[in-house]
Nanobody, 121 residues
Framework: QVQLVESGGGLVQAGGSLRVSCAAS????????MGWYRQAPGKQRELVAA???????NYADSVKGRFTISRDNAKNMVYLQMNSLKPEDTAVYYC???????????????WGQGTQVTVSS
């Protein structure tokens, strides 16, 4: 079984910073793309940032220049450093990864349980 576990959410004032982390564990063969999504109350889940295994990244326009995604392939971890946070960044942040489990021939998308990020004005 493969699972993703996020950590690091919390409450921060506008203009502040937070880093959220996600650890993949279980019978992992390889991890392809990893990313962070978020879902605010009453809104659809949206992509925040994604990173390929070789480190190529892409970001939602709303977070470019403020958020940085990174990963540690040796530790099966992905991080999201969030700076200059705004109240509109308030959401549940979900980790996503395309993971090929051991003895499987293809990868599947896995999701973490989510971590709340609240930015006060």
């Amino acid at each position: 079984q493969v699972q993703l576990v996020e950590s690091g959410g919390g409450l921060v004032q506008a203009g502040g910073s937070l880093r959220v982390s996600c650890a993949a564990s279980g019978r992992i063969g390889s991890i392809n793309a990893m990313g962070w999504y978020r879902q605010a109350p009453g809104k659809q889940r949206e992509l925040v940032a994604a990173i390929t295994r070789d480190g190529s990244t892409n970001y939602a326009d709303s977070v470019k220049g403020r958020f940085t995604i990174s990963r540690d392939n040796a530790k099966n971890m992905v991080y999201l450093q969030m700076n200059s946070l705004k109240p509109e960044d308030t959401a549940v942040y979900y980790c996503n990864a395309n993971i090929r489990a051991m003895y499987e021939v293809q990868g599947y998308d896995y999701w973490g349980q989510g971590t709340q990020v609240t930015v006060s004005s």
